[in-house]
């Protein structure tokens, strides 16, 4: 295999692993649910987007244009969600 | 479906070494749940200043082991949570986990479909809980396993695979070893590449339903070596840890 040395890349792990947080804010197991991409309009699921997880929050970008879907930042008193590149989040219930 | 997902205080119940950089630890948990392989545990540990540190770790053993699991860690340097799971915890402690967790990357038994796991490292953890899982459900399935480490030393759960691979029809292992074989080493020994895919992946037909776990690298690689050679992104799932973490 090829290798790259974009740091980027090399740090990227799939929202899957952010599966405890998101279940924490949505109070639902997130990551096999779809959402829908606000740029380019991909219907995928949450668990197969890239995930960037090293700096003061949590990013999540659309698994086909890498347009930022979801921010998180936890503080100790309270979650801020940008969900703004999201169309929609499915909440199965 | 709903299901609530907080915190609890399991206890180690057993810690064995897999190698020399990788554990498994056996915890018993009060508010027990069946899971689907491929999911994980987070794990909680907090400082007397309050100060906390999380982790994901993928589940290793088979959801039919009622009341406990086992979660295989790699020991990662200055890795917080990793480091004091070595060489703090023993049979006894408690420590806080929170799980199963993760809808995603995960296996049933009653998917038909002929399975390709690839690992590279310690990724084979959460494809080991869907080895155990096909063989405790009896899964008749064609299942190949392939899995990449630096040296011999490296291969965790070697001997398990081994007797699975001997006792559980349409099992397949391959191992490739990147770095150093042993002498009279029979398996591949190189960087997994689209030619080693294609030998691996061509027996278990079109249908096939791939889950690839191990470094950034190494899944990106892979996943896109796959549809190279003609398996749909849409069979393929992947489960990436970063060079950090721990």
């Known amino acids: 295999m090829e290798e790259t040395t974009d740091i980027n890349r090399e740090l990227m792990l799939d929202a899957n692993a952010t599966a405890g947080v998101l279940y924490e804010i949505f109070g639902v197991e997130m990551t096999a649910s779809t959402t829908g991409c606000a740029n380019c309009g991909n219907e995928g699921e949450v668990g197969a987007q890239p995930a960037f997880v090293q700096g003061p929050g949590i990013v999540l970008r659309c698994s086909t244009c890498e347009n930022v879907v979801l921010r998180i930042v936890q503080t100790p008193e309270a979650t801020y969600l940008d969900a703004r590149g999201a169309v929609y989040l499915r909440l199965a219930r | 479906m709903k299901q609530t997902l907080d915190w609890q205080v399991a206890s180690i119940k057993d810690i064995k070494p897999e190698t020399a950089t990788v554990k498994s630890f056996t915890l018993t948990l009060p508010a027990w749940m069946r899971h689907r392989a491929g999911q994980h545990y987070d794990i909680r540990l907090t400082a007397e200043d309050g100060y906390q540190a999380q982790r994901s770790y993928s589940i290793a053993s088979e959801p039919e082991r009622e009341g406990e699991v086992d979660l295989t860690v790699e020991r ?10 070595h060489e703090v915890l ?24 002929p399975l390709l796991l690839i690992a590279g490292g310690s990724g084979v953890v959460p494809l080991m809980s869907m080895i155990r899982h096909r063989a405790a459900a009896g899964a008749r399935n064609p299942t190949c396993l392939l899995y990449s480490s630096r040296n011999f ?22 191992h490739t070893l990147t770095r150093s074989q042993p002498s009279g080493w029979k398996g591949y020994a190189r960087r997994i590449d689209p030619e080693m895919l294609k030998e691996v992946a061509q027996p278990l037909g079109k249908s096939v339903q791939v889950f690839i776990c191990g470094p950034t690298l190494l899944v990106e690689g892979v996943a896109n070596a796959l549809v190279k050679i003609g398996i749909k992104s849409d069979q393929i799932r992947t489960e990436r840890f970063g060079p950090t973490g721990g």
């Open chain 2, 90 to 113: 023993l049979p006894g402690d408690r420590i806080e986990a929170r799980g199963p967790i993760g809808g995603y990357f995960v296996w049933e038994a009653a998917m038909a479909e």
């Open chain 2, 76 to 85: 990662i340097n200055d890795g917080e949570v990793s480091t004091y799971m």
């Open chain 2, 153 to 174: 030393e490296d291969i965790i759960y070697y001997n398990e695979l081994e007797k699975l691979r001997a006792t559980n029809g349409g099992l397949q292992i391959f």
